[in-house]
C-alpha cells in the first residue's frame, strides 16, 4: 500500500521557480527539437531513407528512454538537484559532435549523448516542479510542460533560418543555450533546498492530520498500464509528425524546407499552448476528464486530415495538437498521485515512456513510409486515437493538491 499525501491548496507557490524551470525544459528540448529539424538536411547529405531517419529518432528516444526510471529511483532516495546540470553537459557534447559528424555512425552517438542529457534532467526536474507547486499542480507542470513544447516547437524556425542555410556545422552555434541552462540549473538546484524541507514538512503535517489517501497494487497497476498505453499511441501519432511531416508537406504540396518547416512550428506551437491550457483546465475540471478530452477529442479530424488541402491541413493539425497535448499534465499528476513518494520514478518513468515509445514509433513508421508511402503512414496513424476507450479503465481516485 502506498500513501499519498500532496501539498494541501494554502501551501506555497514558487512562480519564480517554476517560470525558470519551464525556461530551462524550453532549451532542453529546443536542443533536442534540432535533431529532426535537421533531417531533411542530414537525409541530403548521407542518401538517408527513412528507415535510417526513423533509427536516428529511435537511437536518440532509446537513449533517452532506458536511464530516466532508474536515475528517478536513485534520486527518491537521494535527492541530486545539480543532476540536471550533469546532463546538460552530455547534451551539449552531443550537440557539437552532431555537428561535425561525418558519418551515420557519429550521427547515432551524437544523438544517443543528447538523449542520456535529457534522461538525466526530467526526473530531478519534474521532483523541483511538484514541490515547488504548492497547491497548483496543474498550472506548475502546465508551464513546465509549455516550457519544453515551445522549446520542442522552436527548432524547426531555427532549421528554416540557421540550419538550412548555414548547413549542418551551425548546429554547434546552439551550444550557447546549453550553457545558459546550466547557470540557470545551478540556481534552481539552489532553491530546492529551501522549497524540499517545506514540502518534506507539508507532507508530515498531512500524515499526523490522517489526510492520506492509499491505493491498493492492483488500483496502480492497472493505471499504469493504462496510462502506458495510452501514452504509445499518442506518441506514435505525434512521432508521425515530427519526424515525417515535412516530407509529407513537401510530398504532398510540394512545399520548400523553409516552408514545411514552419508548418512544423505552427503544429508544435500548438502542443506548448494545449500543455498549459490543459494543465490549467484540468485544475479546474479534474484529471480524468482532461484525459478523456485529449485522448478521444482528436479522432475525428485525424480521420479527415489525410483528405484535406493544403490549408485545411494546417488547420487540422494545428486543433489535433492542441487536444492532444492537453493530457500530458495531467496523465503525470494522476501517476505521482498513485506515487506521490516515487515523483522522480513516475517523472523519469513518463519522460522516457514518451522518448522511448516515441522511439519504437518513429521507426515502425519509418519502414512504413519506404514501403507504402508517406502520405499513407498518416491513413494508418489516423485511427490511433481509437485507442482512447482504454481511459475507461482508469480508476477514478480522489485527486488531491488541486
Known sequence: MTAAVSPPARSRTYLAVLVVLGLTHLLNDLMQSLIPAAYPILKDAYALDFVQIGMITMTFQIAGSLLQPAIGMVTDKHPAPYSPVVGMMFTLSGLVSLAFAHSYAVILVSV???????????????????????????????????????????????????????????????????????????????????????????????????????????????????????????????????????????????????????????????????????????????????????????????????????????????????????????????????????????????YGLNFGLGGIAAAILGVLADSYGVETVYKICSVLPLAGLLAWFLPKIEERGS
Request: proline share 4%; glycine share 12%; net charge positive.
Open 112 to 350: 544517443a549523448l543528447i538523449g542520456i542529457g535529457s534522461s538525466i534532467f526530467h526526473p530531478e526536474a519534474t521532483r523541483m516542479a511538484r514541490y515547488a507547486a504548492g497547491g497548483r499542480q496543474g498550472l506548475a507542470q502546465g508551464l513546465f510542460q509549455v516550457g519544453g513544447q515551445a522549446g520542442g516547437a522552436l527548432g524547426p524556425v531555427f532549421a528554416a533560418f540557421i540550419i538550412v542555410p548555414f548547413g549542418q556545422p551551425s548546429l554547434s552555434w546552439f551550444a550557447a543555450l546549453a550553457l545558459l541552462a546550466m547557470m540557470l540549473l545551478v540556481w534552481i538546484g539552489g532553491k530546492q533546498r529551501e522549497i524540499s524541507a517545506e514540502f518534506a514538512a507539508m507532507r508530515a503535517n498531512g500524515k499526523k492530520t490522517g489526510s492520506a489517501v492509499r491505493h491498493a497494487p492492483a488500483t496502480i497497476a492497472v493505471a499504469l498500464t493504462v496510462l502506458t498505453l495510452l501514452m504509445f499511441t499518442k506518441n506514435a501519432y505525434g512521432e508521425s509528425f515530427r519526424s515525417f511531416y515535412t516530407f509529407y508537406l513537401i510530398e504532398r504540396f510540394g512545399l520548400s524546407i523553409p516552408s514545411a518547416q514552419m508548418m512544423l512550428f505552427i503544429f508544435l506551437l500548438a502542443s506548448a499552448a494545449g500543455a498549459l491550457i490543459g494543465g490549467i483546465v484540468g485544475d479546474r475540471i479534474g484529471r480524468y476528464r482532461i484525459i478523456w478530452i485529449s485522448v478521444l477529442g482528436p479522432l475525428p479530424l485525424t480521420l479527415i486530415l489525410p483528405h484535406v488541402d493544403l490549408f485545411w491541413t494546417g488547420v487540422l493539425t494545428v486543433m489535433i495538437n492542441l487536444i492532444m497535448a492537453s493530457a500530458f499534465a495531467s496523465i503525470l499528476i494522476y501517476a505521482i498521485e498513485l506515487l506521490p513518494n516515487r515523483i522522480g520514478l513516475i517523472g523519469g518513468l513518463f
